[in-house]
C-alpha cells in the first residue's frame, strides 16, 4: 500500500506515468520534461501560458528547472520495484495499479498493456512501437508528425510533410528499409572489427609467448653476463694492484740504488783516506810494502753497470710504461662506452639531400640520394645557401636531439668526405671543406689514404678499411659523432666527442666518382652490430 501510494506522488500529470527527467516551474509543480514541454508547445501563440496542474498564468513561456531531488527519488523508488524497471513504461489507460506496457502508440500518444492494446484501434495511422516514454524524439521537429521515411541524401529522418517540403525531390526509404541497411553495413563494421580482434589477440598470444622465450633467455644471459663482468672486474682490480705496486715500487728501486750509490761512495772514501795516508809517508818501504794498493788502484770496477742503472732510472721512471697502461684503459673506456645496452635507437635516418645547397659540378639523382661529380655544370641559381668552390651538398633534414645513424655507399669512389656540418658552415672560401673548420665533423678518403678531420686537424687511420659502406652515428645530447666500416663484424673508425651547439647536417662532398646514401637496418640489429663492433675495436 505504501508502495501505491508513493507511485501516485511519483506520477507526471500529464501522461500520468511515473516522472521522466522531471522539471519544475514556477509555480512548484513537477512534470516531465517531454510532457510540459507538448504543453507548452501547444499553449505557444494563445496569449500566454499556464500550469496545467493548477492553472497559474505565465506571460512569459516559464523556465523549466531539474528537480534532481525528485529524479533520484524516482530512481531508487525504480530499483526497489524489479518488475517496473524492465522497460520503466506502464499502461496509460491502467489507473489504479502500475501495469507494464508491451507497446506505445505514436498517433495517440499512449502506451498499452496487452488488455488495451487488444482493443486499441488497428488502423495504419496507428503506428505502434516499442513502449517508450520519449514519443517526441520519434516525431518530426518540425511539423510534429510521426517519422515514417529516411532522406538518403540529408541522412536524416522525415515525416509525411517534409517529403513535399524541405526534402522534396530527395530519396526516400521507408525506416525499415534504411533501418535494414544500416544494420547490413553495421554487421559488416562488425566484421571486420571482429577480424581485428582476432588478429590483435594472435598478436597478444605471440608477444607472450615471445616474453615467455625471452624471459627464459635472460636467466641465462644474466648469468652469463654476472660472470662476465665478475670476471672483468677481478681482472681490472687485479692489473690495478699491480699497477699501483710497480708505481710504488719505482721509488723503492730509487731508494736502493741511492743506498748502494752511498755505500759504494763510503768505500771510496776510505780508499781515499787511505792513499793519501801512503801519499803522506816518508819511509819509502812502507809504503812499497802496503799489500792492497792494488785494490786501492782499481777505481773502474762495476762503473759501467752503475752508470747504464742510473740512465735507466733517470729517464724510464725505473721501467713502467705509465704511458702505454693509460692509453689501454683509455681505449678501454671508450668500448665501454660504445656498448649499447638500450633497446631504443631511432632508425636509419631517412636523409635526402638539399639541391638548393649542391655546388653546380654536383649532379643530383632524382631520389636525391646520390651525388657524382659532373663535368657540366648544372646552372643552378646562385644563392648564398650554396656551396661555392667546395664539390658538397647538404642534406634537407637537420638533427638537434636523439640518436640517429644513416650510411653511405661509398665503393664508386676513392675521393670523398662524408660527416656532419652545422647550417652555419661557410658556403664560400677555403673554410668550407669538411672538417677544415670548427663546424664540421668528416671520415676522408683520397686514394689509399683514410683520415678524420674536425677544426682542420687530421687522424690518419689504417688503410686496411674494407667495406664499401660507411655508418655515420649521432647521439645528439651525449655530444658523439662516430665512424664505423661496415665490414663484418663492423668496424669502429673513430669517434668525435664535443658539445653541439646547433642542428646537425648531414654533409657529402665528392671529387671523384659518386656515392649514395643508402637505407638502415632493424632497430633490434644495431645493439648487436655496436656490441661487435666494440670488441672487434678491442681486439
Known sequence: MASADLRAELECSVCLNIYTDPVTLRCGHN??????????????????????????????????????????????????????????????????????????????????????????????????????????????????????????????????????????????????????????????????LLTKREETEERVQSLQEHRRKVEEKAAGDTERVTVLFRDLRRRLEDLEKRVLREISGQTEWISIAIQDLELKKEELSRKMLHIEELCNMTDPLTVLQESDTG????????????????????????????????????????????????????????????????????????????????????????????????????????????????????????????GMCYPSIERGGGQTLIGYNNKSWGLYRDGDQYGVRHDNKEILLPPNISSNRVRIYLDYEAGRMSFYDLCDPIRHLHTFTTTFTEPLHAVLCVWRGCIKICGGIRESEISAQRLVASQGEGR
Open 31 to 192: 512534470f516531465c520534461r517531454v510532457c510540459i514541454d507538448r504543453v507548452l508547445d501547444r499553449q505557444e501563440g494563445s496569449g500566454g501560458y499556464s500550469c496545467p496542474e493548477c492553472r497559474e498564468k505565465f506571460q512569459d513561456r516559464p523556465a523549466l528547472h531539474r528537480n534532481i531531488t525528485l529524479r533520484n527519488i524516482v530512481e531508487n523508488f525504480l530499483s526497489a520495484q524489479p518488475d517496473l524497471v524492465e522497460s520503466g513504461v506502464f499502461c496509460t489507460h491502467c489507473v489504479d495499479s502500475p501495469v507494464p506496457a508491451v507497446r506505445s502508440c505514436l498517433l495517440c500518444e499512449v502506451s498499452l498493456c496487452d488488455k488495451h492494446l487488444r482493443v486499441h484501434k488497428k488502423s495504419p495511422e496507428h503506428i505502434l512501437c516499442d513502449p517508450t516514454l520519449s514519443m517526441e524524439s520519434r516525431k518530426c521537429s518540425v511539423h510534429k508528425k510521426i517519422l515514417v521515411y529516411y532522406c538518403t541524401e540529408d541522412d536524416t529522418c522525415a515525416c509525411m510533410l517534409c517529403v513535399i517540403g524541405g526534402h522534396k525531390g530527395h530519396e526516400m526509404e521507408s525506416l525499415d528499409d534504411a533501418s535494414a541497411k544500416k544494420k547490413e553495413t553495421l554487421r559488416n563494421v562488425l566484421q571486420k
Open 295 to 418: 785494490d786501492l788502484c782499481d777505481t773502474e770496477d762495476g762503473d759501467n753497470e752503475d752508470r747504464e742503472r742510473h740512465e735507466k732510472l733517470l729517464h724510464d721512471g725505473g721501467g713502467l710504461d705509465v704511458d702505454g697502461i693509460s692509453h689501454t684503459l683509455h681505449t678501454l673506456s671508450d668500448i665501454i662506452t660504445e656498448v649499447n645496452v638500450s633497446f631504443y635507437i631511432q632508425g636509419a635516418a631517412d636523409i635526402l639531400l638539399d639541391v638548393n645547397t649542391a655546388y653546380n659540378n654536383l649532379q643530383i639523382s632524382d631520389d636525391r640520394k646520390t651525388v657524382s661529380r659532373s663535368d657540366v655544370k648544372q646552372n643552378r641559381p646562385e644563392t648564398p645557401e650554396r656551396f661555392q668552390g667546395s664539390y658538397q651538398v647538404l642534406s634537407s633534414q637537420s638533427f638537434s636531439s636523439g640518436r640517429n645513424y644513416w650510411e653511405v655507399d661509398v665503393g664508386r669512389s676513392d675521393g670523398f668526405r662524408v
